[in-house]
């Protein structure tokens, strides 16, 4: 069923009784070509673009609770590219072009905005640095803009410029950044995969990978053995406990990071803005609610929970920045884990093992590079080979001193 006006005018005189569900619930067969492990934004991702990209379509995407419970259902939801490195640069880039055109090519609502991600800088030395990752982003046609003080005061009036513990200097602007309904992600590349005769099984957790003389061929699920010639592993936070299972130990932590959403407001903040004195960043949903974020707890854990401390880190970071939301309640708060690399950037390529691939290692920023992410995995899958996009993205690059320390503007884990 394809979504349009015509067809919601048409349900709406049935009543809203003759929807199709978005997507099938189909028991697991006993073999696939490939299988996906992970029902989260990346896994969807790269089962769509399997079917849609390679014409793979004999593929299952396992997911051990219901499609969206991990991250992709738990981020702040912002996209964009300004990063300074040439591999995360090239790569993100391509995400945000995927993300220009995801909503006509999935015929879904996923609610891309692009109103713009405002990094604030509070000193000389920073504005440098954010002229530095602004020219590169420019040398590699990826937008960006060096506002001063009063261009940043014209776009978002309420920070405090006049009596603020960090002043406020100027900023980087990257206009086609800006917001995703990120559970409308998970949904509209499930709704395309399965279009395309994907199987998306819910509950059902992968607890052992069989492999047979140095060869995936299938695996132990919670309902049942299931053959298959290659997997792929995109389970995030979940990276090293899936990977063990073939007998691999990553280069990545887990962490957990904790997102607050606010209760509705008037409309008081039109883009996304970042502080660049402490780890924090704000938006403004379309219901009205303020929806921010700030630093990782600081432990590692395999719990979607946080604690205390980093809330009052967070509501002392918003207030530092925008005094007048001092009085608003926040409504809810949930926490994610996160699959962080020493590096800050990500893995996507083959394993030692045959058929066995890997998807990991996005910190806290694989939100934004779920199409890209998805669409490269897929190739490596695909074809056996890593994409250009992804060659950088190597699992063996902690071994071989070939990081990708993005200091520019990824996360940056030798700060925790
Ligand atoms: C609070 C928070 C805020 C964030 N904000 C942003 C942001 O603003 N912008 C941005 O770009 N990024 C952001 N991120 C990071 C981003 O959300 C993640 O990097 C990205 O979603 C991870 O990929 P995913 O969607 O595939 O992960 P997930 O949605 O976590 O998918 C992995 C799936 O694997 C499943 N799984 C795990 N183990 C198994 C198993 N054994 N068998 C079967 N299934 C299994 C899990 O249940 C899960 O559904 C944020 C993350 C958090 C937690």
New binding site residues.
Partial sequence: MRYSLGALIRNAFSGHTRWQPAWRDPEPKPQYDTII???????LATAYYLAKEHGITDVAV????Y?????????????RSNYLLPPNTAFYEWSLKLWEGLEQDLNFNAMVSQRGVLNLYHSDAQRDAFARRGNAMRLNGVDAELLDREQVRELVPLLDFDNARFPIKGGLLQRRGGTVR?DAV?WGFARGADQRGVDIIQN????GIRIENGKVVGVE?TRGYIRAKRVGI?????SS??AAMAGLRLPIESHV???FVSEGIKPHIDMVVTFGAGHF?ISQSDKGGLVF?GDIDGYNSYAQRGNLPIVEDVMSCAVALFPSISRVRYLRQ??????MTMDGSPIIDRTPIEGLFLNAG?????????PA?GWCFAHTIATGTPHRLNSGFRLDRFATGHVIDEGGKGAVPNLH
């Fill in positions: 492990i992970g029902g989260g934004g990346h896994g396992l997911e051990k609770s499609i969206g419970s991990g991250n992709v259902g738990r981020n702040t939801t912002i996209i990120h998970a059902c957790e992968v607890t699920t995109a389970v995030a936070g979940n406990r899936v990071l904790q997102a960043y974020g949930w926490g994610g884990i996160m699959d996005w910190c806290y920023g694989g939100f934004k590079a779920t992410s």
